[in-house]
């Protein structure tokens, strides 16, 4: 049935592709527009209210679509379908990274503290959380993904592996946009270069993996590919206005940090904007048209997210962690003493020039690419070369992104978690793959201008200098596909081994306890961990509410106490879960009640602990 229900959604996608396509988008662009489109017209469907039609509607559309291109594509006979070496490489390791992920599960602590369990308070709830219930707290948080996660999850069916393949897709998609920032995708030594940088990027992306629905990975992606649409529809600038408006619409609705990309993707597209004036022969009446397109895009670019921040601003009135919020800001600010900011900031510094940091060796990595291939260009081709300039703008945008990531630290992040540097991997890991992606297609493009004819049109198999060039070409388009093979092919095996790790891992031994509780209840439960830490920070409470669909669950390490204590604190709650034999809740059990407690799923009664299948569990709960 998924398979069945996944290859409509699949064709449903695809329809909405055609309609990029048929608007004049490039190919390689499409498939991430159509999953933008399908998220925006949900994400406006939740706004009204109306969040299960609207996915629904969307659906049929796309559908719709894709009948209508289909029987069109089949009475003209245009069915012709043109493949190149990197677009089978992405279809088997596309293929290859779904079975890995669909035998996965959730995991990492944000999964449930926030990324996943939206999405599911959005599947079965039916609506945007509102302010009466505490199950998703991070409610400043933009919906963008979790719209895309809940669409899918609604028409194919709600399983984790299936939350991880729409976030996959989102990445797989963003990934292969890149593309369309090549001068010549026709070139396979080019081609297969931006395939290995590609792959490259998972080692800047260890701290999370795909396996995770994080979205530090996706929001670097996305923010390249809104340059890339800048680049390649510059000679069309209305459909080139159309890509920024839905991309920089949905990369604000992605994490709220990502108005720093979103100002980096405008500013791009105003200086595209204004290149192309200086070539009119009217230039007044240009400059006013030039300046009016640019403002209207702006504008546009920013609604979604606008609308969002009226939302929460109608909707709740307290601030969530990392919320914007001003007041809060100068709270925090005022709060901190001057030695704490100083030793926050002394903590950023050493990290960032710490040797063994992942930070560190892309950031070098970057420089040092970006230096070699202007060198060599510059002084050994003797032709031109935009890679030096590029290290410079480069760095600036890294040093301006860590500014604000410091910021972040002083003023938004509680002071127990900025000054152990929490998260600090992932919120770098975010610049240094948007910096290597932008970087290494300047480099390819540096490259492809001073090693091939200059006119792409110009260009066929009789090209080359000599057939050792042509050998020497075939060869390193080998060992590059070879290499990016490899290391898609470590990441793949790195997340089976994470799934067989995390066996054990209490994630996976409540979803194998309970059933996936889709009804949601306020009973009162008791979760019980042998994991103090996991309750001390509280990842058991995320991982229980989560799993029971619950805003009441409570975990608990700790029973130090008296039998009359024990009886009390039992009694305040409707069930007791154990996923794993605690001794000392199993011992104080036995003293209250006089009866053996291990793993299962107990029913607080007055005078002991009644053991429940998880069906019958699940009857009393959804009554």
Not at 535 to 543: D, E, G, H, L, P
Request: glycine share 4%; with cysteine.
């Amino acid at each position: 049935m998924i398979v069945l229900a996944s290859l409509f959604f699949c064709l449903a996608t695809g329809g909405y592709r055609q309609l990029a396509m048929f608007l004049g988008s490039n190919r390689y662009l499409s498939w991430l527009l159509a999953i933008i489109i399908q998220s925006m017209m949900v994400y406006l469907a939740a706004l009204i209210g109306q969040l299960k039609f609207g996915i629904w509607l969307t659906f049929l559309l796309g559908m719709l679509l894709f009948l209508s291109t289909f029987i069109k594509n089949v009475c003209s006979r245009e069915t012709t379908i043109k493949l190149h070496v990197f677009d089978a490489w992405f279809i088997i390791f596309g293929f290859l990274m779904i079975i890995a992920l669909y035998h996965s599960s959730l995991i990492h602590y944000d999964n449930f503290s926030h990324w996943a369990t939206i999405v599911k308070y959005l599947t079965f709830v039916g609506q945007l959380p509102d302010a009466h219930q505490n199950l998703v707290t991070f409610t400043d948080y933009p919906p963008a993904t979790a719209m895309f996660l809940t669409y899918i999850t609604s028409i194919v069916g709600y399983h984790e592996g299936i939350l991880l393949i729409g976030q996959f897709m989102m990445i797989w998609a963003s990934a292969y946009a890149l593309f369309g920032g090549l001068r010549d995708p026709k070139r396979a030594v080019i081609t297969a270069s931006l395939l290995t940088i590609i792959s490259l990027l998972n080692i800047f992306n260890i701290a999370i993996r795909m396996n995770n629905l994080l979205v530090d990975f996706l929001l670097a992606l996305l923010a390249a590919t809104g340059m890339v649409a800048v680049y390649c529809e510059k000679k069309k600038p209305k459909l080139q206005s159309m890509s920024v408006i839905l991309i920089v619409n949905f990369l604000l609705l992605t994490k709220s940090s990502a108005i720093y990309f979103g100002i980096l993707i405008l500013v791009y597209f105003a200086i595209t904007r204004f290149k192309e004036m200086s070539l009119k022969v009217n230039k007044i009446k240009t400059i006013f048209t030039v300046i009016c397109h640019i403002i209207v895009t702006i504008l546009l670019s920013f609604l979604g997210w606008m609308y969002w921040r009226l939302h929460v601003a109608h909707v709740f009135t307290a601030a969530s962690k990392h919320a914007l919020n001003l007041q809060a800001y100068e709270n925090q600010v005022s709060h901190e003493s001057q030695n704490t900011k100083l030793l926050i900031i002394k903590k950023i510094v050493a990290y960032l020039f710490n040797v063994d940091t992942l930070f560190f060796k892309g950031f070098l990595l970057i420089n040092v690419a970006l230096l070699v291939t202007w060198g060599i260009i510059r002084f050994l081709l003797h032709k031109k070369s935009f890679s030096f300039k590029m290290l410079f703008i480069t760095n600036g945008i890294i040093l301006l992104y860590i500014i604000g990531v410091l910021v972040m630290f002083l003023v938004s992040m509680p002071y127990n978690e900025a000054i152990t540097l929490a998260g600090i991997d992932r919120y770098l890991s975010t610049i240094i793959v948007f910096s290597i992606t932008t970087a290494g297609l300047v480099i390819l493009n540096d490259c492809d201008l001073a090693s091939f004819q200059p006119d792409i049109l110009l260009r066929d198999a009789k090209n080359f200098a000599s057939l050792r060039t042509k050998q020497l070409y075939q060869e390193t388009t080998f060992i590059l596909i070879l290499i990016a093979s490899v290391l898609m092919l470590s990441e793949i095996n790195g997340i089976n081994f994470n799934a067989r790790e995390s066996r054990q891992a209490l994630p996976v031994k409540l979803h194998e306890m309970l059933p996936n509780q889709i009804k949601f209840n306020h009973k009162k439960i008791l979760l019980v961990d042998v994991n103090a830490s996991d309750v001390a920070n509280s990842y058991t409470q995320f991982v229980g509410r989560y799993y029971m669909f619950n805003d009441q669950v409570i975990g608990r390490e700790a029973f130090d106490m008296s039998t009359s204590k024990f009886k009390d604190l039992v009694s305040q709650y409707d069930y007791i879960v154990i996923p794993e034999k605690h001794q000392t809740f199993s011992l104080l059990a036995k003293r209250a009640y006089h009866q053996k407690i291990g793993a299962g799923i107990y029913k607080s009664n007055p005078d002991n602990l009644q053991i429940v299948s998880a069906k019958k569990y699940m009857n009393e709960v959804n009554e």
